[in-house]
């Protein structure tokens, strides 16, 4: 193809080798004739078709407000196949009006208005030559007598200024998270302290270590999310509880002691055989739940990272990089389960000063 | 009319005396207007204007007017929610839930649900016409692709079109994290442990999004105003652009008999085209209404309020979210470095932050490269089939492949669970399929697209197969074929000799090399790679031969007892009539 550097989008639109088409271009074919253009009988019949169609979708319109007003919600919310009456038959009415509508003038437009195609042509995408050297010639006379080219002294400055106007605009948004709101170590830090129990994660009640049978999973939370004046613990209220309620949550499994391997640490970290691990993916987050207590893998089921808990809930599959943090637990002098301290590492999700805090 | 009654000739100050003849009711208002805004002087051509017609031209439309629904629900929905995530115990309608403590978000959903009339319509509605809206979009991306309808001068629309696809995804995410039920709440920790994921600032973002720590109490009041302002203002002026570009552009049209570079055939604006776009967007909103009404979609009140403790099996994000999280499936365990203390987690930044982004870049590119390699600088309106663009169709096809495959690992629990295979092979697979996929696909594509290219310069040389066979005197057997028609066989031969592109023809007029040769050379090896397995349309020279050939066959059977056709029992001689242009 011949590269010129100024393409006129006029005469590249014809190849190069025109005369070598093949087959020449018949032209556009002659215009046939509907059944509704010759024929008043057809003619009529399609416009009473299409205004049974409008009539139709009136009737439909009025169903709907008869549809809203007799039936009730609530309740009654999944009379047919899980839905309600009212949402079913609303959005039946709404939806036949609207169908009927568009398919009238749809048939409208293919029946009875006129069907002859045009040919309009077509203009380059690009402006004319002498509009683009106007252009760029009012473009040269507006910066030359604005004059910023000559005095670069104004025009850096005022660029400068400009710039550095970012900085309000950014700094306006730290208060995002206001005050220590914006304190990253508390990822480092859950609720749990030394001699808190471990609790149900529905009801809050303790749990006695004997109590735990052998191959079951519990999911627990620290006593301090249920507080009552028997323990002592503050309220927590708003986003503090949620977020506690999120770093905090527990599983508890209960396997052969001898199946623990080394990296639980069943000397100093379980009670038993009973080993406690943050609930929280160490991938993005998500509550861990899936337990298999043949392998005691555990499962995460947003992405199927896969833990062995006999094995420091190392992950044996699956995107996660890191084990979940054990907590280590002990038992305190009426046999329920206790943590020893808190985590020994953040929980959750990796992020970037995770080995800093 | 010799003599103007200048009794009724109204005052102006217009070079022409206002008109005497009293105008109707619409006409005195249009001219009312026009006084005011000049409006006769841009409509003159644009009521008219021509918009050729296609099936595949409809899919855009789809995506409009789904917009179009979205606003409009949207709007109702407002009406009722509160976006909060104030805590309170929930007394609706749902017995289910009534006594159990959520955020007033959740409540409000459920309020919507159960305690407005229409609501649960207008909420599904909603839902449904956010899936239709970024579907809509693909598939109408994919046919832009395919049909060459990104080239010259259109790249820039191709841009904002990808611009949009990208916020509606982004729209959808935030629209149906707004319940604050267990499902979305479940993606929305997700994605708390995507910004952690990102280097140096990640934690930070992370902590200002959400004012504080993970879940805090602002999220749920920022989407919301994401969704219902920041998004849709930016998605407006977006689709404003798409629609003001393509009105200058005029539409593309497929080739044919009298359709050429030039022009532009088909139905005027007013009425036939306005009659049928606003037709159909009644249509696209019936059949939304119909699916709200019968279909069941994010029932939020059987996942139930959200809990930073709870997850349910099988979570899954809305299906347009489903290939980054599939890509986030299948990472290797353990992909994450501590370098100098800090941690960068590979394993999400990858499939999340990195293949994502990149795979828009590359989409938004793709008209671009393709017009550096080709060195084409010529405008295109007239479509081009995929099969005579193989290269661009299989990459389009090897795109598509490495998405699908990436989606359907981001299901594999459900394969898994459906299917009663084994969740790890599922993975294991996935992992090698996802490169090896989209290279045989690509493969696959190419080859399958010069085949046709070969059979239908068959068809232009030797005509259609009828199914007649022919016995010769020496008992060779051998099919009758017969030529296609002129307009069939125009239509097929409207397209452009590829010209592979070599180093030297891009020489000035003194023949010195243009300076970047080297990567004039990487240009000329992608043209060869492109273009020159490709199989070029006959030359008059070739077809004329082959028809010679034909004509002097049909005489040689002249004097056999029964000269046949081959169409005395099918109906062949009825189809091929001038006015089907086109038909395999």
Redesign the interface.
Known sequence: MSNDNTPSPYESHVPSHREAEPIPDPGLPAHTWRPTDVDPKAEKRAERQIAAMFVAAMVFAVLFVVAYFSFEIGDSWDTFGGLGASTVTLGLTLGMSLLLIGTGIIQLARKLMADAEMVEMRHPAASPPEDREATIQALNDGLDEAGIGRRPLVRNTMLGAVGVLGLPAVVLLRDLAPGNALDINKLAHTIWEPGMRLVRDVVGTPILASEVEMGDLINAAPEAMFPSEENGYPELEGAEEQAEKAKGAIIIVRMDPSELTEATQPDKWTVDGIICYSKICTHVGCPISLYERTTHHVLCPCHQSTFDLADGAKVVFGPAARALPQLPIAVDEEGYLVAQSDFTEPIGASFWEREKL | MSSIDTSKVATSNRTDAATASKPGRAGSLATWADDRLGLASAMKKNL???FPDHWSFMLGEIALWSFVVLLLTGVFLTLWFNPSMG?ITYEG???QLRGVGMSESMASTLHI??????G??MR??HHWAASIFVASMMVHLLRVAFTGAYRK?RELNWVIGCLLLLLGTLEGFTGYSLPDDLLSG?GV??A???L?????????M?????????????IIPRLYIIHVLLIPGILLALIAAHMLLLV???HTQWPG????????????ML??YA??A?????????????????M?IN?VWKFGPY?????????QPDWYMGWP?GL?????????S?IF?????W??ML?ILILPPLMLVILMLLPFIEGWIT?????H?LLQRPRNAPTRTAVMVALMTFYGLAWAAGG??IIAIRLDLS??QI?YFMRVAIFLGPILAFWITRRWCISLQRHDNEK?LHGYETGVITRSPEGAYAERHLPIN??S??TL??R??D?V?TVG??TDAAGVDAPNSRSEKLRAKLSSWMYSHNVQ????A??EEAHHHAEHEAELQAGLDHPVDGHQFDDHRLRDT??VPLRD
Do not use: C
């Open positions: 008219r204007k021509v805590h309608s749902y017995d649900s159960f305690d407005v009339r229409g649960l319509l599904q509605m001068p479940t920790r997700a708390d442990g995507f952690k994921a990102t280097p140096v600032v990640g934690t930070y992370s902590f200002l999004l959400f004012g504080g720590e993970f879940p805090g109490e602002s200058y552009h005029k008999p009298g359709r050429t570079e030039q022009n532009v055939v088909g139905y005027p009425p036939v009659a049928k606003g037709g159909f967007f009644f249509m696209v909103f019936g059949v939304i209404a119909i699916m709200g009404g019968l069941s029932p809990d930073p403790t709870k997850v349910t099996a099988g979570s999280d986030l499936r299948i990472i290797p365990t353990g992909w994450e501590v203390g800090y941690t960068i987690s394993n999400v499939p060195g084409d600088k010529r405008d309106h594999n629990d969740i790890n993975t232009l002129p307009t066989a125009y031969t409207a452009d000799r010209e592109y023809s891009d349309k006959p030359t008059r070739e077809l001038t006015d």
